[in-house]
């Protein structure tokens, strides 16, 4: 499963980044906003940074306009990838960005028939959104397993991209249930590496170690 992390901020990207492991960034205006910067200038220092695949989510919600804004948005760098909110209008974008080889990562799905028909207007990605629908005592994870059941049963190669992750439990789950990507927070993203036997572990170790320095 490839990780990418759910931020603009670029030092958590950095840092993320540092450790070799992180495929990609997937970004939105409301993320970009709190970074207080330009939207394609932040888009452009995140590609800087990271080589994967970055998000960059349109604003329009009007198919052409929709189309305009991808285009632009896709200009910016190679590792670009639109984001389009699954509505109709957002359908028909994916379909016409796609026939011009632009790749899309269709967000804010809910449902199995959303993701369906996301895969046949030719999306890249598509990102369920497993911690709100969760929040609303529906089962995020059990959607990410029916989407990767009909993608399998027809060979669609849009990946699963589970978004919304509350904590390292939706990552596990999600990577149980086939999801082919999951965005994290940096925070959950952290989170992942914590055990308490490790630090536990390493204690002792050290503990036995600084034995050996003394009888020596």
Request: net charge negative.
């Amino acid at each position: 499963m490839r990780i990418f992390i759910d931020s603009a901020n670029l030092e958590e990207i950095r840092t993320a980044a540092s450790y070799g492991i992180v495929d990609g960034v997937t970004t939105n205006p409301s993320l970009i906003a709190k970074e207080g910067h330009d939207h394609h200038d932040q888009i452009r220092a995140i590609c800087g940074i990271l080589d994967g695949d970055i998000s960059a989510e349109v604003v329009a919600t009007e198919v052409d306009a929709m189309v305009a804004e991808g285009r632009e948005l896709a200009k910016i760098h190679d590792s670009v990838v639109v984001k389009i909110p699954l509505i109709r209008d957002g359908i028909k974008a994916v379909s016409r960005l796609t026939a011009e080889g632009i790749r899309t990562n269709v967000t804010l799905c809910f449902s199995a028939m959303q993701a369906l028909l996301a895969a046949k207007a030719g999306a890249y990605l598509i990102s369920p959104f497993i911690g709100r629908l969760d929040d609303i005592s529906h089962d995020g994870i059990a959607l990410i397993q029916e989407i990767v059941e009909i993608y399998d049963n027809y060979g669609y190669p849009t990946q699963v991209l589970a978004a919304s992750a509350r904590g390292p439990l939706h990552v596990k789950q999600a990577a149980l249930a086939g999801a082919h990507v999951s965005t994290l927070p940096y925070k959950v993203f952290d989170q992942l590496f914590n055990h308490p036997l490790t630090d536990i572990g390493l204690e002792k170790f050290l503990a036995d170690y600084r034995k050996t320095l003394v009888a020596v």
